[in-house]
């Protein structure tokens, strides 16, 4: 089934749609996305998704595109016409295609932004078995720009981080900097301690997850401590539990770090319920 897409104000066969070849995100990397989870056909956090995206373009001087204020009604467009019960919905902002290639960008107010959202239908998204097993990493450099709270469309070396990861037989990478994780590939990176949840403080130097900030709602409403610090491979391994967010794997388990298993080498309380309730409260709030 070909899918229907959104390109600049456009809804489109997949086969059809076009950018041009001078736009910037082409050229440069100079562009911003969000993904937006699905399940039971509504929209989760996506309220969190729009205030992240409007913050990375203001942190980039990238103008809005035109149908910024119409962003819900597009997404709920897409969801129904490729028949998304769970799934993801992509959307990227590019600063557009204003000329001829050129490393600087001209004035905002001149340039048209670029505007792209796409499904991904993925059934059984939120009952993924890996859930109950767990995933494993490896460390690597964190050799990434400075500004890694701005979501840009800058993601070579996270794909490379995957691969390395996929080549040692494992299935993700989390990143190192000045000796403490900063985060996963795509996700946000904890680890808990006789019931403590760990996480990095918010910085320039990880995204600011939406699922993440999520998470630890949740969790301090349920009355789990939850402590925002920089922590090591070395006390990662020597966790009780860890795990990551993102949009895509909600709470993910992990069980072995650079070959040492963590905790009882399977998926601990802490994680398995926070997933559970992040499920149960998505749900009951998606839009």
Not at 76 to 83: A, D, P
Not at 248 to 270: C, L, N, R
Request: aromatic letters at 8%; glycine letters at 8%.
């Amino acid at each position: 089934m070909t899918r229907t897409v959104y390109v600049n104000g456009e809804y489109l066969p997949e086969t059809e749609a076009k950018v041009s070849i001078f736009d910037r995100a082409f050229l440069m990397a100079d562009g911003v996305y969000e993904v937006t989870s699905v399940l039971g056909g509504k929209l989760i956090d996506f309220d969190g998704h729009l205030a992240r995206l409007e913050r990375s373009l203001t942190e980039l001087d990238m103008p809005k595109p035109k149908a910024f204020d119409e962003l819900l009604e597009i997404h709920r467009k897409l969801v129904e016409l490729n028949g998304i019960d769970e799934g993801m919905v992509y959307l990227q902002v590019t600063r557009g295609a204003p000329g001829d290639r050129d490393f600087a960008f001209p004035d905002p107010e001149t340039c048209e932004a670029t505007l792209v959202l796409f499904t991904q239908n993925k059934p059984g998204l939120a009952a993924n078995p890996v859930a109950k097993t767990g995933i494993k990493v490896i460390s690597i450099e964190d050799i990434r720009w400075g500004r890694r709270d701005i979501k840009t469309v800058q993601l070579l070396y996270p794909s490379m981080g995957k691969m390395m990861a996929k080549k040692a037989g494992c299935d993700d990478a989390w990143l190192v900097e000045d000796g403490f994780v900063t985060e996963g590939t795509s996700n946000n990176a904890y680890i808990v301690k006789d019931g403590t949840i760990i996480t990095r403080n918010l910085g320039t130097d990880i995204l600011h997850g939406i699922t993440r900030a999520a998470v630890l709602r949740f969790a301090r409403e349920a009355q789990m401590k939850v402590e925002e610090r920089p922590f090591t491979i070395a006390e990662a391994q020597g966790a009780d539990e860890a795990f990551y967010t993102s949009a895509s794997a909600f709470v993910m388990p992990v069980v072995e770090i650079d070959g040492e298993s963590i905790g009882t080498g399977k998926p601990g309380d802490v994680a398995t319920r926070l997933r559970e309730i992040y499920l149960e409260e998505s749900r009951k709030a998606g839009i």
